[in-house]
T-cell receptor, first 113, second 116 residues
Framework: QKEVEQNSGPLSVPEGAIASLNCTYS??????FFWYRQYSGKSPELIMF????GDKEDGRFTAQLNKASQYVSLLIRDSQPSDSATYLC?????????????FGRGTQLTVWP | GAVVSQHPSRVICKSGTSVKIECRSL??????MFWYRQFPKQSLMLMAT?????????EQGVEKDKFLINHASLTLSTLTVTSAHPEDSSFYIC????????????FGPGTRLTVL
């Protein structure tokens, strides 16, 4: 069983601030990492994936990966109230089940105006 | 991104009836789909892995005779909740794997099941 841990939250930031969401994983051999966003009552939607150490930017979102520390984070710049959601970190199964993801419990983010 | 649909989006049924939920990948073929269940304010829970042309693989504690999964084509998987009871009321979400270099999992919009 792979372990994916996320900071418990809830996280509350003011509009315009940077929200930082953190995730650690137990499988040192993991190669790819996914961030999903889930609004209340909705299904998860993919925000970004990252494979390489370092930063990957997509609009206001930046994923940061440090494989040596087994740590992946998601930064949301210029946070908006519409970013209020639960953010899920996910790591693929490297075993027999192709495509299976292990999810963290999620961090609930609230951006207040 | 890839599109995954689910039908119905919401269903209310009486206790003891069976409910079928469809999951379709609209713009790609998916040899593997996943079925999740999520109770209010709880994490996603993987129920089973659905493989086209073969039997589904169920997670520990999930009754395969109660949650019947059929993956008859590369774009369709169905989940049938048999003899549903109020404790089966939940949010059921499917996902499909788009097989490219990312092997990304895309989620359907979910089906909210209420059993009276």
């Amino acid at each position: 069983q792979k372990e994916v841990e996320q900071n418990s939250g809830p996280l509350s930031v003011p509009e315009g601030a940077i929200a930082s969401l953190n995730c650690t994983y137990s499988d040192r051999g993991s190669q790819s990492f996914f961030w999903y966003r889930q609004y209340s009552g909705k299904s998860p939607e993919l925000i970004m994936f990252i494979y390489s150490n370092g930063d990957k930017e997509d609009g206001r979102f930046t994923a940061q990966l440090n494989k040596a520390s087994q740590y992946v984070s998601l930064l949301i710049r210029d946070s908006q109230p519409s970013d209020s959601a639960t953010y899920l970190c996910a790591v693929p199964d490297r075993g027999s089940t192709l495509g299976r993801l292990y999810f963290g419990r999620g961090t609930q983010l609230t951006v207040w105006p | 991104g890839a599109v995954v649909s689910q039908h119905p989006s919401r269903v209310i049924c009486k206790s003891g009836t069976s409910v079928k939920i469809e999951c379709r990948s609209l713009d790609f073929q998916a040899t593997t789909m996943f079925w999740y269940r999520q109770f209010p304010k709880q994490s996603l829970m993987l129920m089973a892995t659905s493989n086209e042309g073969s039997k589904a693989t169920y997670e520990q504690g999930v009754e395969k005779d109660k949650f019947l999964i059929n993956h008859a084509s590369l774009t369709l998987s169905t989940l049938t909740v048999t003899s549903a009871h109020p404790e089966d009321s939940s949010f059921y979400i499917c996902s499909a794997i788009r097989l490219d270099f990312t092997d990304t999992q895309y989620f359907g919009p979910g089906t909210r099941l209420t059993v009276l």
